[in-house]
């Protein structure tokens, strides 16, 4: 007796929540087999959809791209009509927490790293320092996080030519951690506006802001302005400073990262649908061409779930969905086929950002999205594949991991629903 | 492959190696641990640093990443000893949930923190003592359930309590648990061991200390609802689990009771027992810590057949139509997800089950820690920090529409109830309720 629903979706990023809310619009039991603590809390939080195609970009309209991606790649699949119903999903899940909805184009946000980065939906406390607004910008950095450089994220932004002056100035937070203390910890400082010499975290830090500003008409710093509390501290830091105040995307450990993953796991929950975490799905019983049960190792036990349908959203190389050796590539759980060239030292190019093979490794799928063989024939009727796992996107180029997610989870798990419910 | 496990390093003559270089063992005997993959595997994206409830609270402590893989590097130097911030470290193992790369974080502050307590540790400090004393709960346990009442009206007497702080320091904040009247093997052993007898669906029960000593209508709650589902129901001769013993550094303690569980567990498996823990850290150690730090004869077979009670039912009986085929009359609940259950994934089976049973509200109150992380929030230093780490889930409690709270681990109902004053019941309680 193995535990069993309608619909198992293996993983826990985006692609998978995606996956799970759209199986479970079309009235199926959805589980969600997720391993480790969502890979969302690594992300920038960005919702980006497609920034660069055939040589082109940064794109303005992410749609006109479409046609321009190469042959193979995940959105000539899905279609636009995918790529929307992914953002619909998201927009539902997030609701007023996300900006960008209002238009199909895209929006230019500053990187930590003083990039700019096409992005089709985005945090709200990021949009004052949207860089397709005007204001010259005052940018933050805070000694401890080092994460950060303000200075040398405001040169590169003006070196890439914003329409507007950046200028960033390193502070002393208002109160002092330990050297390696977490972003945080530096939030909840601000969330309970702890009291400092001179009064409290955030009237102190908006003094030390104030007498750095001249002139610009908005500070960013790192996104660190409270957790449980974040509006109120944005409110209240803007209020002090006069100007707008807004957040600068950051890596691990990203604040804007772990707030989508409780938002987006929010929305499971309020759609219903189960979820199972701690333990990776390793294996699998299949009879007839169908998938029968998924076997997850629950420390080091073998526990059997069943579902009529799977999707596979266990994402790339990072996310651990795809595994390399020296001389294969291979998907872990059901072996699915993932093409790659004989020699290894095909796999890069020698430029860092270069066009690499390995970018676009992953599953082969079918129109329904279901992997295939080597002959192109689905390996299992009723195993459909969504997000990183799926090969033919060069995401990190084209700015178009999170879109790719969305779509092939909101169509694999349509499918998936549907036919479990048929 | 790493630069370390290259054979032979053309730059350094063999001199070097030997006065100024000290080569780190890679293939160590088969008997001991190895725990450079480990420390290897991270690639300090700080996600445990995030996860760790101390580190949130307590501005001195390092977090996980340096208890872990820092500090075991730190280690390949002989004259490093173990940081004392180890001792701060509660065992809620939430970082191993959190680390995307596989990195075995509490198998490296097991290990730190034994080292620390072996050779650090003054054996006649205050510290050393209260702290064999809490992490041999079960001892203490048996010396008071020879006179519960006695035992009850000195441990509840605030005198006594005072002195438990002042001496030992042990908090006077927290009422000590009382004893049962009758302890669960007692009872067992009144109502004459199995009444039920099966050659196919037979399980051991690991009892543990608690619902043995001072909660024993769980343990009942649990025979009572094997054997309604034709289970032949075993209760083997057991020790302490271990878990105290590991947050303390009390390895060897914790290896002394473990090889009697082993013993007297593992060889019903060929039998055809699976063994069920009712309580989530007894069912943690002897599937994860066990097989991790102690090299047993048969200790990895009991890892591979060892289950959380809900969890054995739910995989291989048809629990959740029997469940919805039942009711029981109105009642809320207050569900809080202990971290040892989290850890083996079961952090939402209870909800999942009982949101399907007629009568039943019932709420997870968020995924904090509890913040008592067994004796962790006994210690007088740490009881402030132990009840601000609790104060999240003790607000989601009170603002949940039920009024009764639920756990599967002891010490996190022991917090609850202090925190909330609301009495607190075990999952097996209420499924009892429904299905016996």
């Known amino acids: 007796m193995a535990i069993t629903d309608d619909v198992l979706v293996?993983?826990?990023?985006?692609?998978?929540?995606?996956?799970?809310?759209?199986?479970?619009?079309?009235?199926a039991r959805v589980r969600l087999l997720a391993h480790k603590k969502s890979t969302l809390r690594q992300a920038s939080g960005l919702v980006d959809v497609l920034g660069y195609a055939g040589g082109d970009g940064p794109l303005s309209d992410p749609y006109a791209g479409l046609d321009a991606l190469p042959e193979g790649h995940p959105y000539h699949i899905v279609g636009e009509d995918g790529v929307r119903a992914g953002l619909r999903i998201f927009e539902e899940a997030v609701g007023d927490a996300y900006r960008g909805g209002h238009t199909d184009s895209n929006a230019l946000v500053t990187t930590h790293g003083g990039a700019v980065k096409p992005t089709a939906r985005y945090p709200e406390s990021v949009a004052p320092g949207l860089v397709s607004t005007s204001g010259d910008m005052l940018l933050v950095g805070l000694a401890g996080l080092t994460d950060f450089d303000a200075p040398v994220a405001a040169d590169h932004l003006a070196a890439a030519g914003v329409p507007f002056s950046a200028r960033g100035v390193t502070v002393e937070f208002p109160k002092r951690f330990r050297?390696?203390?977490?972003?945080?910890?530096?939030?909840?400082?601000?969330?309970?506006?702890?009291?400092?010499?001179?009064?409290?975290?955030?009237?102190?830090?908006?003094?030390?802001?104030?007498?750095?500003?001249?002139g610009e008409s908005r500070v960013g710093f790192p996104a660190m302005l409270g957790d449980d509390h974040d509006e109120e501290v944005r409110a209240e830091l803007s209020d002090r400073l006069g100007v707008p105040v807004f957040e600068v995307p950051?890596?691990?450990?990203?604040?804007?990262?772990?707030?989508?993953?409780?938002?987006?796991?929010?929305?499971?929950?309020?759609?219903?649908?189960?979820?199972?975490?701690?333990?990776?799905?390793?294996?699998?019983?299949?009879?007839?061409?169908?998938?029968?049960?998924?076997?997850?190792?629950?420390?080091s036990r073998p526990t059997p779930y069943s579902a009529d349908q799977v999707v596979l959203a266990t994402g790339g190389l990072v996310g651990k969905g795809l595994d390399s050796d020296r001389e294969s590539v291979t998907e872990p759980v059901f072996g699915c086929h993932v093409p790659h060239p004989e020699d290894r030292y095909d796999w890069s190019e020698p430029e860092a950002f270069g066009d690499h093979a390995f970018a676009r490794f992953?599953?082969?799928?079918?129109?329904?999205?279901r992997p295939t063989d080597e002959d192109g024939e689905p390996h299992f009727e009723n195993l459909r594949a969504a997000g990183g796992v799926v090969g033919g996107a060069d995401v990190a180029r084209e700015k178009s991991a999170s879109g790719v997610s969305l779509a092939t989870g909101a169509v694999a798990g349509r499918l998936a629903g549907e036919e479990a419910t048929r | 492959m790493s630069d370390a496990e290259s054979p032979g390093n053309p730059t350094l003559t063999p001199d070097a190696q030997t006065d100024d270089f000290e080569a780190v063992e890679v293939f160590p005997d088969s008997t001991d641990m190895d725990l450079r993959p480990g420390a290897d595997n991270c690639y300090k994206c700080?996600?445990?640093?995030?996860?760790?409830?101390?580190?949130?609270?307590?501005?001195?402590?390092?977090?996980?990443?340096?208890?872990?893989?820092?500090?075991?590097?730190?280690?390949?130097?002989?004259?490093?000893?173990?940081?004392?911030?180890?001792?701060?470290?509660?065992?809620?193992?939430?970082?191993?949930?959190?680390?995307?790369?596989?990195?075995?974080?509490?198998?490296?502050?097991?290990?730190?923190?034994?080292?620390?307590?072996?050779?650090?540790?003054?054996?006649?400090?205050?510290?050393?003592i209260r702290n064999r004393i809490l992490a041999n709960y079960g001892t203490l346990a048996q010396l008071g359930s020879m006179f519960p009442r006695l035992a009850n009206a000195v441990m509840g007497n605030s005198v006594v309590q005072r002195i438990n702080e002042k001496v030992l320091g042990i908090t006077a904040e927290r009422d000590f648990p009382e004893f049962a009247t009758q302890t669960f093997r007692e009872w067992w052993n009144e109502r004459g061991g199995p009444q039920v007898r099966s050659e196919e669906k037979r399980v051991a029960y690991f009892h543990g200390c608690y619902s043995n000593y001072n909660t024993p209508e769980?343990?009942?709650?649990?025979?009572?609802?094997?054997?309604?589902?034709?289970?032949?129901?075993?209760?083997?001769?057991?020790?302490?689990?271990?878990?105290?013993?590991?947050?303390?550094?009390?390895?060897?303690?914790?290896?002394?009771?473990?090889?009697?569980?082993?013993?007297?567990?593992?060889?019903?498996?060929?039998?055809?027992?699976?063994?069920?823990?009712?309580?989530?850290?007894?069912?943690?150690?002897?599937?994860?810590?066990?097989?991790?730090?102690?090299?047993?004869?048969?200790?990895?077979?009991?890892?591979?057949?060892?289950?959380?009670?809900?969890?054995?039912?739910?995989?291989?009986?048809?629990?959740?139509s029997a469940v919805r085929e039942a009711s029981v009359e109105d009642q809320s609940f207050a569900y809080h997800a202990p971290c040892h259950g989290r850890n083996q994934g079961l952090d939402r089976q209870a909800v999942e089950l009982f949101r399907q049973l007629d009568g039943v509200e019932i709420e997870d109150v968020g995924d904090s820690?509890?913040?008592?992380?067994?004796?962790?929030?006994?210690?007088?230093?740490?009881?402030?920090?132990?009840?601000?780490?609790?104060?999240?889930?003790?607000?989601?409690?009170?603002?949940?529409?039920?009024?009764?709270?639920?756990?599967?681990?002891?010490?996190?109902?022991?917090?609850?109830?202090?925190?909330?004053?609301?009495d607190i019941k075990h999952p097996l309680q209420l499924l009892e309720e429904a299905l016996v």
């Open chain 1, 362 to 369: 992953g599953v082969v799928p079918d129109d329904e999205l």
């Open chain 1, 10 to 27: 293996i993983g826990g990023g985006i692609a998978a929540c995606t996956a799970a809310l759209s199986a479970a619009e079309t009235g």
């Open chain 2, 46 to 128: 700080t996600a445990c640093d995030v996860s760790c409830p101390v580190a949130e609270v307590d501005d001195e402590f390092p977090g996980p990443k340096f208890q872990g893989p820092e500090q075991w590097r730190l280690k390949r130097k002989e004259d490093e000893a173990v940081d004392d911030s180890i001792m701060s470290c509660s065992n809620c193992m939430r970082c191993d949930d959190a680390c995307p790369s596989g990195v075995p974080l509490s198998q490296m502050h097991n290990t730190a923190r034994g080292e620390y307590v072996d050779e650090e540790m003054d054996k006649l400090s205050r510290e050393y």
């Open chain 2, 369 to 422: 820690c509890s913040g008592i992380s067994g004796t962790y929030g006994w210690k007088e230093e740490k009881y402030d920090k132990s009840m601000q780490i609790g104060a999240d889930m003790f607000d989601h409690m009170e603002h949940a529409q039920g009024n009764v709270g639920m756990t599967e681990c002891p010490t996190c109902s022991m917090q609850m109830e202090h925190g909330t004053g609301y």
């Open chain 2, 218 to 320: 769980v343990g009942k709650a649990m025979v009572r609802l094997f054997e309604s589902f034709g289970y032949e129901v075993v209760v083997p001769k057991q020790r302490c689990s271990g878990t105290p013993m590991f947050a303390n550094g009390m390895l060897d303690d914790a290896k002394r009771a473990a090889g009697i569980n082993v013993e007297n567990f593992a060889g019903l498996i060929p039998e055809g027992y699976d063994i069920i823990a009712s309580c989530t850290s007894c069912s943690m150690s002897l599937r994860q810590e066990y097989p991790e730090l102690f090299d047993i004869d048969g200790i990895e077979d009991l890892s591979a057949h060892t289950y959380e009670a809900l969890e054995y039912l739910r995989i291989h009986e048809d629990l959740e």
């Open chain 1, 250 to 299: 950051t890596g691990p450990p990203s604040l804007l990262g772990l707030k989508l993953e409780d938002m987006l796991f929010d929305a499971l929950d309020e759609a219903g649908v189960r979820i199972s975490a701690g333990n990776p799905a390793v294996d699998f019983e299949a009879d007839d061409g169908r998938v029968e049960t998924v076997i997850v190792d629950q420390k």
């Open chain 1, 179 to 214: 050297a390696d203390a977490k972003v945080t910890r530096f939030a909840k400082a601000l969330d309970r506006d702890e009291d400092v010499d001179g009064g409290t975290v955030r009237s102190v830090l908006a003094d030390t802001v104030a007498e750095e500003l001249d």
